[in-house]
C-alpha cells in the first residue's frame, strides 16, 4: 500500500512537531492541519507535480514489491505522472459511495475541502480499469473487488 499523502503529513509532523500518525487519520487532529497541509503541498505540486507520487514510491520502497495498490491518487496529475513513468502497468480503481451513503458512516462536507481540487479532481474522469460501488456490506464490496483480485492473482503467477 503506498500512501500520497504519508510524505505529505510526514514533512508536515516533522516540520511542526506534530503527530504522524494521527495526521494520517481521519479524526479532528488531522482536520485542525489540512487546510495548511493543502497549502504547502500546493505550492510543492506547482513546481513538480509528481513529486509526493515518487516520494511515497521511495517511502514505501514501492519497488520491492511486485503489486502496488496506491492511495490518494486525488488529481489528475497523479494519475499522469504513474502513467507516464509506469506505463501499461497502471489499472486505475474508482471508489463510489452514494452522499447518503457517506453522510451515514459520518461523512460531513466541509466548504473550502470537500469542493476543492484536492476532494473532486478526479470527478470527471470516466475512463477507469474498474469501478466499486461501495454502498452496501462488506461481503457485497468484497463481491465487487473480486475482478480486481482474479487480476491481481493472475498477474501473480505470470510473473513467476
Not at 511542526?16 to 481521519?26: C, Q, R, S
Not at 509506469?86 to 480503481?93: I, N
Not at 466499486?132 to 483480485?149: A, F, H, K, P, T
Request: proline fraction near 1%.
Amino acid at each position: 500500500m503506498i500512501k500520497i499523502s504519508a510524505p505529505i503529513k510526514s514533512h508536515w509532523a516533522e516540520e511542526h512537531d506534530l503527530h504522524f500518525e494521527e495526521l494520517m487519520g481521519a479524526g479532528e487532529y488531522k482536520e485542525t492541519h489540512r487546510q495548511d497541509m493543502i497549502k504547502w503541498s500546493e505550492q510543492i505540486r506547482q513546481k513538480d507535480y509528481g513529486y509526493f507520487c515518487q516520494a511515497a514510491v521511495e517511502m514505501f520502497d514501492a519497488h520491492k514489491k511486485p503489486v502496488w495498490i496506491v492511495s490518494d491518487t486525488r488529481r489528475h496529475t497523479d494519475l499522469k505522472w504513474f502513467r507516464e513513468n509506469y506505463g501499461t502497468a497502471v489499472k486505475t480503481v474508482r471508489v463510489l459511495a452514494d452522499h447518503d451513503v457517506r453522510k451515514q458512516r459520518g461523512w460531513v462536507f466541509t466548504a473550502g475541502v470537500d469542493d476543492a481540487e484536492t476532494e473532486c479532481d478526479l470527478d470527471e474522469v470516466t475512463e477507469w480499469d474498474w469501478r466499486i460501488v461501495n454502498n452496501g456490506s462488506d461481503s457485497e464490496l468484497e463481491d465487487e473487488m473480486q475482478n480486481i483480485l482474479s487480476w491481481v492473482d493472475s498477474t501473480l503467477k505470470s510473473q513467476h
